[in-house]
């Protein structure tokens, strides 16, 4: 079993071409999250996202877009990969807190 955060946890991203912008996770996992945001971003581009889950604050931790579409409403949807390692372990540590409260 995976620990997952709660749905629509705020989120502050940057892309590649320096864009700001906000959006929400739809889903987290130690390893990947699920990114939805009115902000264009690209296949296989590496973002950073900023935020807060349960008193842990994650700051400019870098990830990799894997997949994205785009819905009619004009919102992306992107699953992105984490890509360090030390931040996997420290999601996963958190998740398992909260899991085991």
Same mark, same amino acid.
């Given at each position: 079993? *995976?620990?997952?955060?709660?749905?629509? /946890?705020?989120?502050?991203?940057?892309?590649?071409?320096?864009?700001?912008?906000?959006?929400?996770?739809?889903? @987290? %996992?130690? +390893?990947?999250?699920? /990114?939805? %945001? @009115?902000?264009?971003?690209?296949?296989?581009?590496?973002?950073? @996202? +900023?935020?807060? $889950?349960?008193?842990?604050?994650?700051?400019?931790?870098?990830?990799?877009?894997?997949?994205?579409?785009?819905?009619?409403?004009?919102?992306? *949807?992107?699953?992105?990969?984490?890509?360090?390692? $030390? @931040?996997?372990?420290? /999601?996963?540590? %958190? $998740?398992?807190?909260? /899991?085991?409260?």
């Amino acid at each position: 079993m *995976t620990a997952r955060a709660p749905a629509r /946890l705020p989120v502050k991203l940057r892309c590649a071409a320096e864009e700001r912008g906000w959006g929400r996770l739809e889903s @987290l %996992t130690p +390893s990947r999250a699920r /990114l939805v %945001t @009115l902000c264009e971003i690209h296949r296989h581009e590496t973002i950073e @996202l +900023s935020f807060e $889950l349960f008193g842990e604050r994650v700051e400019d931790a870098a990830a990799r877009v894997d997949y994205r579409s785009r819905d009619e409403d004009g919102f992306w *949807t992107a699953d992105v990969d984490f890509l360090d390692p $030390l @931040l996997k372990r420290r /999601l996963a540590k %958190t $998740l398992a807190d909260v /899991l085991s409260r």
